[in-house]
């Protein structure tokens, strides 16, 4: 699939460069921003019982990025995920939270 898309396929050689996993997270995954330059990030990882994949994971994603990403789900998947996160942790009551603004890892 990565091979069809040259933004996964650039993605992929990117976090290939290294096998620092600290590498990984020194720029924004989608678009390359420097994380020195970035004022708001997630990051991310896939994790297996207490062990976390490496490859391509850690990776950090920056706030706008993850606002881009959040405006391509549907409605039916921002409100499942609204409903996982209401359900699934603590915070504070439902109705003061604003699930929409509490970012989908992708
Ligand atoms: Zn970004």
Redesign the pocket.
């Known amino acids: 699939m990565a091979e069809e898309n040259p933004i996964l396929q650039k993605r992929g050689e990117r976090f290939t460069e290294s096998e620092d996993h600290q590498d990984w997270t020194s720029e924004?995954a989608?678009?390359g921003?420097p994380a020195s330059e970035i004022k708001n990030f997630t990051t991310e990882c896939l994790g297996f019982g207490g062990y976390m994949v490496f490859n391509p994971y850690p990776i950090l994603?920056?706030d706008?990025?993850v606002e881009k990403n959040q405006k391509l789900l549907s409605k039916a998947t921002q409100d499942q995920w609204n409903k996982f996160i209401l359900d699934n942790f603590e915070g504070p009551p439902a109705d003061a939270l604003k699930p929409d603004k509490v970012p989908v890892l992708v």
Request: with cysteine.
């Open positions: 924004c989608h678009y921003t994603v920056c706008s990025c």
